[in-house]
Nanobody
Framework: QVQLVESGGGLVQAGGSLRLSCAAS????????MAWFRQPPGKEREFVAE????????QYADSVKGRFTISRDSAKNTVYLQMNSLKPEDTAVYYC?????????????????WGQGTQVTVSS
């Protein structure tokens, strides 16, 4: 049974930093890509960043480029999202997800596995 478990969310002031973690278990993730999505209040889920499990290739949404960094620790089966220079508009529930690499990264329906989400709130 595949499980993705996020942690690290919380309340932070604008300009601050948080690091989210996603612990993955239940299968081998080679051939998969891991991504972070977020869902702001009252809005649709949106792509934030992805990393290919086997090649460390990364991709970011324009809104987070230069502020967020996605990385992975293969030994721990864990993916991270380092978030710096946080803004109030980054407030959302953040989800970790996994998809087969060949599928388009930005489409939520392409992801077979999802975590339960972790709340990030940025105060102004």
């Amino acid at each position: 049974q595949v499980q993705l478990v996020e942690s690290g969310g919380g309340l932070v002031q604008a300009g601050g930093s948080l690091r989210l973690s996603c612990a993955a278990s239940g299968r081998t993730f080679s051939g998969y890509a891991m991504a972070w999505f977020r869902q702001p209040p009252g809005k649709e889920r949106e792509f934030v960043a992805e990393i290919r499990w086997s090649a460390s290739i990364t991709q970011y949404a324009d809104s987070v480029k230069g502020r967020f960094t996605i990385s992975r620790d293969s030994a721990k089966n864990t993916v991270y999202l380092q978030m710096n220079s946080l803004k109030p508009e980054d407030t959302a529930v953040y989800y970790c997800a996994a998809r087969i690499t060949a599928l388009i990264a930005t489409i939520p329906a392409n992801y077979a596995y999802w975590g339960q989400g972790t709340q990030v709130t940025v105060s102004s």
